[in-house]
């Protein structure tokens, strides 16, 4: 069981929780192996004529390279249907296994239905999710923008469209106070901030915090030490 894991190309769809990044990588995958356009139906079934009696050489030949990519198209039609299966968590494959879903578009159809309602109450959850979003004690920039970009990929799964200044703003209100002048500076700048160049102004700024604790950690060591060598070789002795 721990090896089949370690094989996955990603994580197991575990339900509404991972939807939004689980679907975006499966479409990736898909992709990769040259399944999705079977499961969406953008590629058809080659279709194979009957060869009459008479045909020559050549309409012979052109039949068995036709069968060959119909072949080839039912070989990757079933994957397809197995990869889905495959990165199903077990407690899921009941919503795949229905005999009546026949196609790996139909098994793909149903995890949409089940999992990408697009319901006020959804919509709710998630963007009160990204409202009270704050980078933790102890977290890196890179963890806390992680977080920031999972909630923005779950709002588009379920066609919540926040907009950028709002998302922009929500993810400097949940920076600690630590960050203080970096925010002010975007905050006071107005006009329309990159994500890119936000992220690497907020990286740069952690860095140059680290490196103060650092020669703040090293100047303490400094003056415990010295302290400590005067101490060495005077005798105590006690006022009468």
């Not at 990408?116 to 890196?140: F, H, P, W, Y």
Request: aromatic letters at 6%.
């Amino acid at each position: 069981m721990m090896t089949e894991e370690r094989n996955l190309p990603f994580e197991k769809l575990r339900g509404a929780e991972n939807w939004a990044i689980w679907s975006d990588a499966m479409q990736t995958y898909l992709e990769s192996i040259n399944c999705w356009k079977i499961l969406k139906g953008q590629e058809a079934r080659p279709v194979v004529a009957d060869l009459g009696a008479d045909a020559t050489d050549n309409q012979v030949k052109e039949h068995e390279r036709q069968l060959e990519k119909q072949e080839k198209y039912d070989l990757r039609a079933a994957r397809a249907k197995h990869e889905i299966n495959r990165l199903v968590s077990p407690e899921l494959l009941y919503l795949v296994a229905d005999p009546t879903l026949q196609t790996a578009g139909q098994r793909w159809a149903k995890l949409e239905e089940q999992f990408q309602k697009d319901t006020m109450a959804n919509q709710l959850q998630v963007v009160t999710r990204l409202i009270e979003l704050r980078m933790s004690d102890g977290q890196c920039i890179d963890e806390y923008y992680k977080q920031y970009l999972s909630i923005c990929s779950r709002l588009t799964a379920l066609k919540c469209e926040v907009s950028k200044p709002v998302k922009t703003a929500v993810l400097l209100r949940g920076l600690p106070d630590s960050f203080v002048n970096v925010r002010a500076a975007y905050l006071a700048r107005g006009g329309d901030i990159e994500i890119g160049e936000l992220m690497e102004s907020l990286r740069s700024e952690e860095i140059r915090m680290k490196a103060n604790i650092g020669e703040d950690g090293a100047q303490v060591m400094k003056m415990s030490r010295s302290y400590a060598g005067k101490g060495r070789g005077h005798k105590f002795v006690p006022k009468v």
